[in-house]
């Protein structure tokens, strides 16, 4: 059996990832359904050991030391996103938006809850697999797991991820017809005088472009970009440092709370005392690629290390409340969603965006959004109002509901 030091463990996990980015080349229907990298290199991980263990066989042993620090580390970068002044540019609809996803993550919870009732299951169960796993993603899912596990659900990150891959394949399936429906339906449809094109742009390109950017600067002799690089992973790890000051003071209070909530909120403080002073000047184009990094890596190394053999008993129940919990979103696509945003054809676009984050990720929103505009024609409120609430604002609510639930529901 080969064992991996906490070097060797980063590092394999690094291959790891860029065989996953090979194997979505090679395998189209992995990149149309936006199954991140590190989930599909990953999982092929933790297939091969699940498959070595059938014949007595631990092909190699991990050192998970840095999983925990890369994951706090991405939930940090997070929080230096929640910038009120976003709110201000993106301006009510962008508001109304954030309210009702937040409000529909709690509605996941509750809905979980009931559907596991009937199976005997712990209550917890059902919120795992809600807004913990469709709004949250993969990350969210597993970065709760330990906690869950705490709370008596056996094999939570194995659940989470099975949860949030079938969040992310449903979404990618089912936000292009009901935006589609929309359209259709109440004759929304722009007719473009030619071929809508659309650039390949993430959602955090689009919100970065909202964001003053400070001009770069640096001390003579020092290149710009490596000091400003330098400067948002000092500001980044102090948030992180100050925030487990925070964390140790609700643990000792008695609330239940994962451990980057502490980091996150010293973070969004941070955020907004620079915006307000612009003392520190912030970068968060630099802070973003940060953060992609060390979700990729925290991802990959938690998921080459899942027990898949775990999900055997649970395979029924879960997938009886996942089919609920996509109901539950593709019923408010259509009220409240398209309805309060509008009844436009904007409001149909953010229809489907909406599906894409609130089973999965911001990726599939920005593609349902993307194949929905080039058929249709452009919705520029659509692709301001979506990627804010879904790639900045709402895993930051979605952190505090879930940590409620947790220290609410036994």
Same mark, same amino acid.
């Given at each position: 059996? +080969?064992?991996?030091?906490?070097?060797?463990? &980063?590092?394999?996990?690094?291959?790891?990832?860029?065989?996953?980015?090979?194997?979505?080349?090679?395998?189209?229907? +992995?990149?149309?359904?936006?199954?991140?990298?590190?989930?599909?290199?990953?999982?092929?991980?933790?297939?091969? $050991?699940?498959?070595?263990?059938?014949?007595?066989?631990?092909?190699?042993? @991990?050192?998970?030391?840095?999983?925990?620090?890369?994951?706090?580390?991405?939930?940090?970068?997070?929080?230096?996103?929640?910038?009120?002044?976003?709110?201000?540019?993106?301006?009510?609809? $962008?508001?109304?938006?954030?309210?009702?996803?937040?409000?529909?993550?709690?509605?996941?919870n509750v809905l979980?809850?009931?559907? %596991?009732?009937?199976?005997? +299951?712990?209550?917890?169960?059902?919120?795992?697999?809600?807004?913990?796993?469709?709004?949250?993603?993969?990350?969210?899912?597993?970065?709760?797991?330990?906690?869950?596990?705490?709370?008596?659900?056996?094999?939570?990150?194995?659940?989470? !991820? *099975?949860?949030?891959? @079938?969040?992310?394949?449903?979404?990618?399936?089912?936000?292009?017809?009901?935006?589609?429906v929309l359209v #259709?339906?109440?004759?929304?449809?722009?007719?473009?005088?030619?071929?809508?094109?659309?650039?390949?742009?993430?959602?955090?390109?689009?919100?970065?472009?909202?964001?003053?950017?400070?001009?770069?600067?640096?001390?003579?002799? #020092?290149? !710009?970009?490596?000091?400003?690089?330098?400067?948002?992973?000092?500001?980044?790890?102090?948030? =992180?440092?100050?925030?487990?000051?925070?964390?140790?003071?609700?643990?000792?209070?008695?609330?239940?709370?994962?451990?980057?909530?502490?980091?996150?909120?010293? *973070? *969004? +403080?941070?955020?907004?005392?620079?915006?307000?002073?612009?003392?520190?000047?912030?970068?968060?184009?630099?802070?973003?690629?940060?953060?992609? !990094?060390?979700?990729?890596?925290?991802?990959?190394?938690?998921? =080459?290390?899942?027990?898949?053999?775990?999900?055997?008993?649970?395979?029924?129940?879960?997938?009886?409340?996942? $089919?609920?919990?996509?109901?539950?979103?593709?019923? %408010?696509?259509?009220?409240?969603?398209?309805?309060?945003?509008?009844?436009?054809?904007?409001? /149909?676009?953010?229809?489907?965006?909406?599906?894409?984050? =609130?089973?999965?990720?911001? /990726?599939?929103? =920005?593609?349902?959004?993307?194949?929905? &505009?080039?058929?249709?024609?452009?919705?520029?409120?659509?692709?301001?109002?979506?990627?804010?609430?879904?790639?900045?604002?709402?895993?930051? %609510?979605? *952190?505090?509901?879930?940590?409620?639930?947790?220290?609410? !529901?036994k």
């Amino acid at each position: 059996m +080969l064992k991996l030091d906490l070097i060797q463990t &980063v590092a394999f996990g690094g291959i790891v990832l860029f065989v996953g980015y090979a194997l979505r080349r090679v395998f189209p229907p +992995l990149a149309r359904y936006n199954i991140p990298a590190p989930v599909v290199g990953g999982l092929l991980v933790a297939a091969i $050991v699940l498959v070595c263990r059938q014949f007595g066989v631990e092909p190699m042993t @991990f050192d998970l030391t840095l999983r925990d620090p890369l994951m706090i580390a991405f939930f940090t970068t997070i929080g230096f996103g929640a910038s009120l002044s976003l709110l201000k540019v993106g301006g009510p609809q $962008v508001a109304i938006f954030f309210l009702i996803a937040t409000v529909i993550a709690v509605a996941q919870n509750v809905l979980g809850i009931l559907l %596991t009732l009937p199976f005997g +299951l712990p209550p917890l169960f059902g919120v795992l697999s809600g807004s913990v796993t469709l709004t949250g993603g993969p990350a969210t899912g597993l970065a709760f797991a330990p906690l869950f596990e705490q709370a008596g659900i056996e094999g939570a990150a194995t659940v989470a !991820v *099975a949860a949030a891959m @079938f969040g992310i394949v449903s979404g990618g399936l089912i936000g292009g017809p009901i935006g589609t429906v929309l359209v #259709e339906r109440h004759k929304l449809r722009r007719i473009p005088p030619g071929k809508t094109r659309v650039a390949a742009r993430t959602a955090e390109n689009i919100v970065e472009d909202k964001m003053v950017e400070p001009k770069s600067a640096a001390p003579e002799d #020092e290149d !710009v970009e490596a000091y400003a690089l330098l400067k948002s992973l000092t500001v980044i790890l102090a948030a =992180m440092w100050i925030g487990g000051w925070l964390s140790r003071g609700f643990a000792s209070l008695g609330i239940t709370l994962p451990a980057y909530i502490g980091a996150m909120l010293t *973070a *969004a +403080l941070i955020r907004n005392f620079d915006d307000w002073t612009h003392w520190i000047k912030l970068s968060q184009r630099t802070i973003d690629d940060i953060g992609h !990094v060390t979700l990729s890596l925290f991802l990959v190394i938690a998921l =080459m290390t899942l027990k898949l053999w775990q999900l055997a008993g649970l395979a029924v129940p879960l997938v009886i409340i996942l $089919v609920g919990q996509v109901a539950l979103v593709a019923v %408010t696509c259509f009220w409240p969603v398209f309805r309060l945003m509008g009844r436009d054809y904007d409001a /149909a676009v953010m229809s489907g965006g909406y599906c894409g984050f =609130m089973l999965g990720t911001t /990726a599939n929103s =920005m593609a349902i959004m993307k194949s929905l &505009v080039e058929r249709y024609g452009r919705a520029p409120r659509a692709f301001l109002v979506v990627p804010m609430v879904g790639a900045f604002f709402i895993d930051f %609510t979605n *952190a505090i509901i879930i940590t409620l639930f947790i220290n609410l !529901v036994k």
